[in-house]
């Protein structure tokens, strides 16, 4: 059984304590139940007591005690400061016994009743759990860890607090430490682990706790959560200028890893400026720097990405608030590139984030357009175009931009409003980027804008338009350029648009095969999942049902490793249409409820409303909601849907606006007009 007071001996009793004092996280004291909060507002008198109560039965004489707790002030000061301080006591405890003793030279605290303090208590469990065995020394640490309830005093300075403060705060790291060490001895792994990251939050400089952290999150699979404890881990060690344990930095799920000769090097510069911090380490950080950077950009300028990727990581990590801006763009600059090669979406955002706080640093605003540009684009990928949109809006208004960049961003923020289903935005943003480029511009940015621009023609029922702006777009590429990543993306929109607008015939189906089958060759799940989805609607349209359960069979089979990407929803609304084409409605109802959750987590307006549409469950609470997602959507689109769809119904209650744009002429192309379309041989490989 664990004391819970003491007697005036200093022996420990087990009855309920007539006078309790709380140290850690702050002054409290209670006397007989009753709290006694003034002490706390009252510093010297405070000091005073809890100074004295952390030396129980130890007599202090008056000139000691007065120069201990106030070393600032003159002695006949501190002496009046210590009578003061006996006198507002006496006052504090009037009615209660009062727990000094107290004489013409010396002072004590000795209280005659039974008392208590955590820091004793504390002191007293971790006694009891040295020499205990592993059961009763765990438990004796969990509650003495349960007592640490902040660093002791904290808004206290003096020089015996921060003594105290630091001397017992290490002891409650050690009892952290003992009792990960328990749990993982014992094979209780989660609660090593919970410990270990209490342990990790109060202090993210121990090497083996990241280490662990690290190692349980990839058991469970989650390698973001092992991303986070590392970074961490690098942001801690630079700013409490720790040397840095390289094999924790460059541990899994980092995979990349510099040679074992330079992460030795590094290491060796890390502990050289902890342990003699007047030798000129910088000068030497700088020139190691400068020769990575080198070397990383040679390997990507060749085309090595996996070459780079050690030299740039290793950059990284050399990177230190005295680097020289220039060198700290570059080096991050290539970090981006070989993270945006791995796919490693944690690593790139973190550093683009860097790299615009770097931007800001120098002042320099077509570096921070650059910067913002790949950051929204890959929020985009990661899922969050609203997050993509305000800081491509933000940048708009406060950088001052050439007209090259400025179109660049309103080309992504058309972009950003296509991925959520805001066809007439869209169409708006890219076509004043249009307006915006320079004549002088890289025909490929206007390629890529045409591209843009052609698939909110498409999906706003503007045919014609959208295949002029891709053709127009096609004739603008270089050869190299056609087979590229922007000039199969345009050939594969043509062939689809192609395809709704004069229907499929056997040339088609050839192209938009081989199409598929190129994606599917190079892994680009979500184009095959476009084109197999595309297809498939087509053929739902023309009411071929040979050909769309060819297509839908691609759909089924991509669908388990490609259907929680971004077009994963497209995909689940198209086999719900051919479900409810053939009359299978619990199919149909099934995959509408995984488009409906797809375009919830991807923020995909357009298809979300579609997939409500399908359900047919129209409370007042989805018919709001509906109409909100309408306005953005653009009724063209939705007009342009049930067109595309002539098996399915429009809800009744928007059936007369939908009659009416029915009745209406299709919307003209606001492409601006140009003599460099392509001819149809054009397009011929």
Known sequence: MIPSAFDEAGGPVFARPALRLCLFGGLEVE???????????????????????????RAFSRSALAETLWPDLAPEQAQGALRAALYRLRRLFRGLRFPLRVDRARIAFAPSTPWWTDVHAFAGLL??????????????????VALYTGDLLPDWEAPW????????????????????????????????ERWAERLFREEPTR??????????????????????????YQWACRSQGVPMDLDVAFAPPWRIRPPAPLGRLLQALETLAWEAPAFPVEPLRQALLEGLVQTAEEALARGAYREAAPWAVAALALLTPHTPVEWAWRARCAVDAVADFEGDRARQAANLRAMLRLARRMGDPTRRAEAVACLSYLELQRGRPA????????????????????????????????????????????QTALAQLPEDAPAVHRAATLNGLAVALRHLGDYPGALRSLETAWALLEEDERCGLLGVRIRGNWTLFRGWAEGPSPAWEEEIEALYRRAEAERDLDAALWMAAGAARIYL?????????????????????????????????????????????????????RALQGSRRWGRDDLRLLAMALRRRWTPVARSEAERLLMRMGWE?????????????PPAWMAPRSEA?????????????????????????
């Open 207 to 232: 090497a083996e706790v990241v280490r662990f952290l690290i190692r349980q999150a990839e058991a469970r699979g989650d390698l973001e959560a092992a991303r986070r404890i590392g970074q961490r």
């Open 661 to 685: 744009l029915t009745a209406a002429p299709p919307p003209a192309s606001r492409c601006p007009p140009t003599d460099t379309a392509a001819p149809r041989s054009a397009w011929a490989d």
């Open 127 to 144: 006694q009891r759990a040295r020499g205990a065995p592993p059961l009763q020394a765990r438990a004796a640490l969990e509650a003495a």
């Open 31 to 57: 006397g007989r139940g009753r709290p006694l909060p003034e002490l706390a507002r009252q510093p010297r008198t405070g000091a005073l007591l809890a100074f004295l109560a952390l030396h129980p039965f």
């Open 637 to 649: 689109a939705w007009r342009v849907f049930w067109e595309e769809t002539p098996f399915l119904e």
């Open 387 to 430: 997050a993509a949109e305000r800081l491509l809006a933000a940048a708009e208004v406060a950088l001052p931009l050439d007209p090259l960049h400025r179109a660049l961003l309103r080309r992504l923020r058309g972009l950003t409003a296509l991925r959520r289903g805001w066809f007439p935005a869209a169409r708006g943003h890219l």
């Open 541 to 593: 349209r023309t009411g071929d049902p040979t050909a769309c359960a060819r297509w839908i069979d691609r759909l089924k089979t991509l669908w388990p490793i490609a259907g929680d990407g971004f077009e994963g929803p497209r995909a689940a609304l198209v086999l719900a249409l051919a479900a409810r084409a053939r009359g299978d409605v619990a199919e149909a109802r099934r995959w509408g409820r």
């Open 161 to 192: 607090v921060v003594g105290w403060r630091q001397a017992l705060r290490e002891q409650f790291l050690e009892a952290l430490a003992r009792l990960w060490r328990l749990a993982e001895k014992m094979g209780d792994l989660p609660e090593a």
